[in-house]
């Protein structure tokens, strides 16, 4: 019929009927005492082999659980190892960015005793322009700590650009790399001027550029420039890069190459500020 359940003879009940089964046998083998010994004969050839499987089968039962309480166990402490492993994991990355925030922070000490007779005030940067070079970014200190437009900034043993905006709590950098950036630099070893013009475009490969070198200028491939005694906004010997593929420009009056700067504009996060001015008027730089 469309409403009656189909029985199932499940292991469940078959467990039931075969435990009724043995309870009888018992009960009459207890009853009929020696006067059964057939009965006896009967009921041990059936209850025993049943015992034995019933055991098993219980024993199975038993073992199966036992092993999925060990799984069980062997999970919990298998999350509690992942718990620790990531925990030891964060705490070995913090170690990680103390130590290479030492690093940075003794590099920065050891360029401010390089440039001692300036004064200088440590900033991190806190934002940046579009792309991947710091070609224009923000730092954490404005007017409140003395910072003024126009203040050198320099990080990784060389120049990195100056002040141009300054607020309460923020000031914004212009590095050299820009693409409206120009440096009156000299040739440490000769002392011949030339111009650092920013290029964002070539800094991709490395280099910016270097302009209006006297054609008369003898300057050996990896020459070292500073900021010069003639610029007008940055102060005197500050290292800029190493010069190469220098070459007569187009006029045949000056010559042309490429600078490799110190700094690595990739990958900045803090700076030193020079807190001083150089109070000249400007004729040559932007």
């Known amino acids: 019929m469309r409403g009656r359940r189909k029985f ?35 009921t041990s050839a059936v209850i025993i082999p049943m015992q034995k499987g019933i055991n098993s089968i219980g024993n199975w039962f038993m073992e199966k659980s036992r092993a999925f309480e060990n799984i069980k166990d062997l999970q919990k402490k298998n999350e509690e190892l992942e718990d620790k492993v990531n ?24 360029l401010s005793e390089r440039y001692s007779d300036y004064p200088t005030v440590g900033a991190r940067i806190i934002g940046k322009g579009a792309g991947n070079w710091f070609n224009v970014f923000l730092i954490d200190k404005g007017s409140e700590s003395g910072i003024q437009v126009d203040m050198n900034v320099i990080a990784d043993g060389g120049l990195v650009g100056i002040v141009t905006e300054v607020g309460d709590g ?49 300057v050996e491939e990896g020459s070292e420039l500073v900021t010069s005694n003639i610029s007008s906004k940055y102060l005197e010997g500050i290292a800029i890069g190493f010069i190469s ?3 007569l420009d187009e006029t045949r009056l000056t010559q042309v190459g ?29």
């Open 170 to 218: 923020w000031s914004k950098v212009k590095s050299i790399i820009d693409d409206t950036s120009s440096v009156s630099a000299m040739v440490l070893t000769t002392q011949d001027t030339c111009m650092v013009k920013g290029s964002q475009k070539n800094i991709v490969n490395d280099y910016i550029d270097v302009e209006y070198l006297s054609k008369d200028a003898v």
């Open 258 to 286: 490429r600078l490799t700067p110190i700094v690595d504009f990739a990958h900045l996060q803090e700076v030193l500020i020079i807190t001083e001015l150089k109070n000249v008027p400007d004729i040559s730089e932007e």
């Open 87 to 110: 925990e030891l994991t964060m705490q070995n990355r913090n170690l990680l960015q103390d130590r290479y925030e030492l690093d940075r922070l003794r590099e920065l000490y050891e």
């Open 8 to 42: 199932e003879l499940t292991p469940r009940y078959l467990l039931v009927i075969f435990t009724a089964i043995c309870a009888l046998l018992l009960a009459c083998s207890a009853f009929f005492g020696t006067q059964s010994n057939p009965l006896s004969n009967v």
């Open 245 to 247: 593929n220098m070459e």
